[in-house]
């Protein structure tokens, strides 16, 4: 059986590029929603039905254990999937996130005991952030910035444009006026690596920047020795299976401003 990871776009592909390379001997299938992103402007409804009806056919693709790798998925519909849905549909198989192991990274590394976030919309208003930081780190504050115009930028290939500087350095101008305590900040988006460059110029010196890439498969890593009832279902070929809902063309395109290397992909109607 395989592992999942799933994105309503593309940014899960930062991601999976990490995964990949600290753990090549396992087989994957990345599952993008691209016809229906973005999610980050929806509802928890409507997000947690796109990501249920993904989930479930990343398991009928044989995934064993799927990883949301995207922040609004894991926010909006990781915990009612986990407590409601696995139970009843496939009691055998797991769902993990981004937000608890990209929290659980905070902890040793904020000295002054205040966290910025930037994320989208939907990641931002579903307070997932602050809540799961509480429950493990109760003196850390979390000040959150939405940055909506972020993800069409780079999933037009203009992040590299003056236009995506401009945006960068206003957004995060607006979360330091908030709070210029701020030592940490989390890219609250797996799209937001690709602006990595931009933002280590916009944010004031000292600051750290997670990015989670790193955070999630080094979590996965800990997760898979931790349960090797899990790992040994896990087959062991180093392939990787590309899937999306959108045009398979454009998804290659698309997807090669992520990963370098040519992405044949496979269409699904949901």
């Not at 409601?84 to 005991?113: Q, Y």
Request: with cysteine.
């Amino acid at each position: 059986m395989k592992i999942g990871i799933f994105d309503s776009g593309y940014g899960g592909l930062t991601i999976l590029e990490k995964i990949r390379a600290r753990l090549p001997q396992y087989d994957y299938v990345y599952f993008g929603d691209n016809a229906r992103t973005p999610y980050g402007s929806r509802s928890f409804e409507v997000v947690y039905q796109y990501t249920l009806e993904c989930v479930k056919h990343l398991f009928d693709e044989g995934c064993q254990l799927v990883i949301l790798a995207c922040n609004t998925a894991s926010a909006k519909a990781l915990r009612t999937i986990q407590q409601n849905d696995l139970p009843n549909i496939a009691p055998n198989r797991r769902v993990l996130g981004v937000i608890r192991p990209t929290v659980e990274a905070i902890g040793e590394i904020t000295k002054t005991r205040c966290v910025g976030l930037v994320a989208t919309e939907g990641t931002i208003q579903s307070n997932s952030y602050p809540l799961e930081v509480a429950k493990l780190f109760s003196d850390v504050e979390v000040i959150g910035q939405a940055c909506p115009m972020w993800v069409p930028l780079i999933e037009s290939n203009e992040h590299h444009t003056l236009g995506a500087d401009y945006f960068v350095h206003k957004y995060i101008d607006a979360l330091f006026a908030k709070n210029s305590n701020i030592d940490t900040l989390i890219l609250g988006c797996t799209h937001y690596p690709l602006l990595l460059e931009q933002i280590e110029k916009a944010v004031p010196a000292g600051v750290n920047i997670l990015t989670q890439g790193d955070i999630v498969a080094a979590s996965l890593e800990d997760y898979l020795g931790r349960h090797p009832e899990i790992a040994s279902l896990c087959s062991r070929g180093g392939t990787i299976r590309f899937l999306t809902t959108e045009s398979v063309d454009k998804f290659a395109s698309s997807a090669s401003i992520f990963l370098n290397q040519p992405i044949i992909a496979e269409h699904v109607t949901l």
